[in-house]
């Protein structure tokens, strides 16, 4: 429990203490790919946060701190995909009965992995998002089936290997099919990724791309596979406007979930846009099972946040001060 004094937590015996080092999330490292080095480069993380108790347990959360605008705050976003934090003798810590005062934060947002064990008790559930688990039956929708095999009748090839094996050319298709996905998609800026974020995923001895080449040799369909925590998650992917017709994401599925086979670990399919959409029903025509992914809202200075969120939409937008203004 944390009595609350002017924004803070009065730190009680058996509470939770939390500081930030500016260590590049150093002292988060670990070998699972939402972890390691390669993506806390790309994601540029500054920060790690870490949370003790007093009887030596510990939590090591990577994070990107960032500066609020017009305003001498800043607060800290956990980088993209699922990395939770790096667990040692702590997890599951009620957020709540942190003092987070050391952090000078105002607010902390934090995705956890997709499966546990989770950082911080409760959280949001977000999206629901699938899985192909290799120990169930899987059945493939029959017309994610049908159009696979006549993608293969007309000259498609598909094919996985280990990312830092791919060849320049399947490399710089995949990046194009995923940029051409992002513009078509209207994405904002953030999904944008430079070709040095690209270079140190495809270095990551835990990546791998599955591709779908056209009858003309070109790239028409591809993702990025990684494996962090348990899971083989598919991570980015994209497919040629020219090719959207044929549906060669479909070929693409295929090499991922064969690979995931072969090296026993569940893939993680991800969800939808929106709940409900085209792109969580393609999905669920793959998966064999489902769950929730979740993250953690935290508010470090109540009154500093509720100072900042003055005159914000009630969007459920976090941190509200980051959402767009009123009319």
């Known amino acids: 429990m944390c009595v609350i004094r002017g924004g803070g937590c009065m730190t009680r015996a058996g509470q939770a203490s939390a500081m930030l080092v500016p260590d590049a999330g150093a002292a988060a490292l670990s070998g699972q790919y939402f972890r390691s080095g390669h993506h806390l480069r790309a994601e540029q993380v500054t920060h790690t946060l870490v949370v003790k108790n007093d009887t030596g347990g510990m939590l090591h959360v990577p994070l990107i701190v960032r500066a609020i605008e017009g305003t001498p705050y800043r607060d800290a976003i956990s980088p993209y995909g699922f990395p939770g934090g790096e667990l040692n003798g702590l997890s599951e810590v009620p957020a709540p009965a942190v003092d987070w005062r050391s952090t000078e934060l105002v607010s902390i947002f934090v995705r956890e992995r997709v499966q546990g064990p989770h950082c911080f008790t409760g959280g949001t559930a977000r999206n629901e998002v699938f899985f192909v688990d290799p120990c169930r039956l899987l059945t493939p929708r029959e017309m994610h089936r049908r159009h696979m095999r006549r993608n293969v009748r007309l000259g498609f090839v598909s094919t996985v290997c280990a990312a830092r094996d791919a060849p320049p050319e399947e490399r710089a298709g995949f990046r194009d099919v995923y940029r051409q996905t992002m513009v078509r998609d209207q994405a904002c800026h953030r999904y944008f990724f430079s070709d040095a974020y690209f270079e140190e995923l495809f270095a990551s001895p835990e990546a791998w791309l599955a591709t779908a080449r056209a009858p003309d040799g070109t790239v028409a369909s591809a993702a990025l596979v990684v494996r962090s925590d348990g899971l083989l998650h598919y991570y980015l992917g994209g497919t040629a406007d020219a090719h959207l017709g044929r549906s060669p994401a479909k070929n693409v599925f295929g090499e991922m979930i064969s690979l995931s086979q ?66």
Request: hydrophobic content about 35%.
């Open 262 to 327: 072969r090296l026993g670990l569940p893939l993680h399919l991800g969800g939808g846009l929106t709940p409900g959409d085209g792109l969580e029903d393609f999905k669920r025509g793959f998966s064999n099972a489902s769950g929730r992914i979740h993250t953690h809202e935290i508010v470090c200075d109540a009154a500093v946040y509720a100072t900042l969120s003055e005159g914000r939409a009630a969007s459920g937008f976090f941190p509200a001060y980051r959402s767009p203004l009123r009319p």
